[in-house]
Each structure stands twice: as C-alpha cells, then as structure tokens.
C-alpha cells in the first residue's frame, strides 16, 4: 500500500475501532495478511462505505457494503517457504516471513493440510529469494468452498521431484496435487507443471455450472462474495454479451442462461483452455472463448453486442482500451473491480455512460480491499 493511502487507513481505522474486539489470529500485528481484525466487522463494512465514498465523490453514493463471512473465507493461500520458515510476509517487510502456525481467513481444510505439511516438508530444503538457492519456494493452497475440494501445489526453483515418500499418505487426504516449477529470478508462486502428483484439477460449483480449477488458472478468492456478484451480473446481462478479462470463463459460464450468446476474451492460453473445457463438460454451447489482448480483439470486433462485462487486473484499463470501448455502440456496461481507484478512473473515462446501479462487497474481510460491482447506463 502506498504510503499516503496507508496514512489515510490508519486514520480511518482508528476512527473505527470503536471499543475493539479480540483478533482470532495469534500472528495478527506481525503479519501482513489482514490489517483489520481488532476491528469489530460491522465497524470494518462502515470504513469501507467511508473510504469508497471519499473515492468515488462525485461519481456514486454508497449506501452500503455487503458482508462476508469474516473468517474462513479465503479458497487460495500461497505460503512462502525461505529462512526456515513456511508462512506469509511480514508487515511491510518482504524480507521477512512470519512462520505461520494456523490463517484464520483461509478455509479450514486448507488450514488443516498447511499444518500437516509443515510437519511433514521440515527436511525439504527452502529457497532463499534474497541468495537465491535453494528449493521449495511455496506451498499453495486452493480449496472450492462449495464442493470442498482442495488442492495443494508446491512451487520448486528446479525440475526435481525431491519430495520422495514423504507425500505418500498426505496425498491420499487431497483431491489434486502438483510441482510447479518457477525457475527464474522473480518471487512467484506458480509456473508450469513439472509433474502431476495427483490429478491436475479441483472442480467449484456454482449454481449448478461446475467449474475446473487447475494449477496455474485464476478464481476468485472467495467463492461466496463472487457467486452473489455474479448473481446479480447475470441479472443485469442480455442479448449478445462480451466478456472482457474472462479467465476461466467463470462469468461467461454463469451468465450464459441469460444471454443470447457470451463471447470470451482473455489473454491466458492455459486460462482459455481450461475455460473451453467447462463449457465443454457443462454443456453449455451459446459461450465462444478467444485467447487476445482485449485491446486487439476489441478493434477488430466491436460492432455487434448488447452487454459488455468489465472485470480486469487491478491495474484498470490501459487508456486505448477505454478509446475503443468509447467507439462501441453500447447501451449497458457491467464493471466488476478489484480496485475501486482505477475502476473510479475508469469510469470517469467512459464518458457516454453512468452510473446507474452501485454495490460494493466484502470480498476480503480483514483486510483494506473492497469490491466493487456496477452497472453503467449510456446517457440520454
Ligand atoms: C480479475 S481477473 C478476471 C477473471 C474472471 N473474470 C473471473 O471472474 O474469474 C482478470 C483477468 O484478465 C486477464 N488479462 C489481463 N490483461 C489482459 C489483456 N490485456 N487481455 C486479455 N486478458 C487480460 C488476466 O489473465 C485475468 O485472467
């Protein structure tokens, strides 16, 4: 967090604390995964109306924030093994891992595999991102909320298997498990599969639409928040519909059923694939799926829809992108965000449109993030 928008939440936060609440984690102050849980919850929902409303002054009111489960919540945890132990940064200091005993925010089961892990990984090697040597370099964790599937990925610096035995028995209590291999200079937690421990995929279910997670491929981190903003997209969504930033497809999929047909465009091979097979095995025949840049495919094929869905990375939208969208001749616009700073400059940007109907949800309670979901109308 920037260093004014930090000054501006620790303000916000001590206005909020109100007589204060005991965190559920022990690590809570040390480290960096949540920020706010000595803050009673409903206290947390009305910094963040405050905060969303000073961003977006003169663009939309906000009324309200819609809960979350406050803990428990999250469906992926990537835990850093360096230094000797496995675990999340600390506060503001990258250099630094706080050895996570238990995360109260992620999903109980994944807790539950991560303390096994921890046990069972103490002789595996860890990598040193400062030295850069080493071996395991994360521990992924994803769980499907809804069909309780969980998936445990290792990130490794090499293309070795140096686990042996160890994962014998832990491997029959997942459903999937894999090594990635991550071999270069930059800290990240995934790559490509080096070798399928145990089959590949995890499978959410969404109303009824099943879809595959695997590996490397982008879902939202919490499952309950997204299924109740992607209730109310497909409410709003008709006619010929073109889905922007679809990774696995998730909204298109959901949406289908409401629209005359939904047109996928994202830059991710592995994403777009994964996104073709959940059509494939949910039947689902209205949904096509392009592997662009939103940009290019845009230009070239922009003419012919009723409903565009929004939803990028949290930097926004490159300012071509919003020249392009302005030229479409386009009544609705649905935006989803991960950052209400660039979704404000977003839509600020769109000039033909407004603001018809605002919401914001708790997507990461605990933590300073908000999301936020509207439905833009093209002015009379
Ligand atoms: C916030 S995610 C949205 C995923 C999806 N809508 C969902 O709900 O699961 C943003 C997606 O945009 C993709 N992306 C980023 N830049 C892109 C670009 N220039 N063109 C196409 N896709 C892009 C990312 O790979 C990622 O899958």
């Known amino acids: ?78 835990m850093v093994c360096a230094f000797g132990k496995k675990g999340l940064r600390m506060q503001g200091r990258y250099r630094q891992v706080v050895d996570i005993q238990s995360c109260a925010i992620m999903q109980s089961a994944s807790n539950d595999k991560f303390i096994e892990l921890r046990n069972l990984l103490s002789g595996i090697e860890d990598y040193d991102y400062l030295q850069h040597s080493g071996y395991l370099r994360y521990i992924v964790l994803r769980q499907a909320r809804f069909t309780g599937q969980v998936m445990t990925n290792f990130v490794v610096s090499v293309p070795e298997n140096r686990f042996g035995f160890i994962l014998y028995d832990f491997l029959e209590g997942v459903d999937s498990s894999s090594i990635l291999l991550s071999d270069g200079l930059a800290d990240l937690s995934f790559g490509p599969v080096h070798q399928t421990l145990k089959k590949g995929f995890i499978t959410e279910s969404f109303d009824g639409i099943e879809y ?62 994964t996104a073709r097979k959940n059509a494939e095995n949910n039947k689902i025949d209205n949904v096509n799926f ?66 018809e109907t605002f919401e914001a949800y708790d997507m990461f309670p605990q933590t300073p993030h908000v999301e936020t979901l509207a439905l833009l109308k093209r002015k009379q």
């Open 1 to 78: 967090m920037k260093k004014k928008k930090r000054k501006y939440f620790v303000e916000l936060m001590d206005r909020h604390t109100g007589g204060g609440c005991d965190p559920e984690c022990p690590h809570f102050g040390e480290c960096g995964g949540c920020m706010f849980q000595h803050i009673p919850y409903e206290n947390q929902l009305l910094l963040k109306k405050e905060y969303l409303n000073n961003l977006l002054d003169g663009i939309t009111i906000v009324d309200y924030v819609e809960p979350g489960t406050p803990y428990g919540y999250r469906n992926r945890m990537d």
């Open 290 to 355: 392009f592997c662009a840049d939103t940009l290019s495919y845009v230009k070239d094929n922009s003419a012919s829809f009723d409903t565009l869905i929004l939803d990028p990375p949290r930097s926004g939208m490159h300012p071509k992108m919003i020249k392009e969208i302005r030229n479409m001749k386009l009544d609705r616009i649905i935006y989803m965000s991960c950052n209400p700073s660039t979704f404000r400059d977003d839509v600020k940007a769109l000039e033909e449109w407004e603001i």
């Open 212 to 273: 595959m997670i695997t590996p490397n491929s982008f879902f939202q981190s919490n499952s309950e928040v997204a299924l109740a903003m992607y209730r109310k997209i497909k409410s709003w969504t008709s006619g010929r519909t073109l889905d922007l930033y679809s990774g696995v497809g998730s909204i298109s999929l959901f949406v289908s059923s409401a629209a005359e047909k939904v047109t996928g465009v994202e830059i991710v091979q592995e994403s777009v694939d």
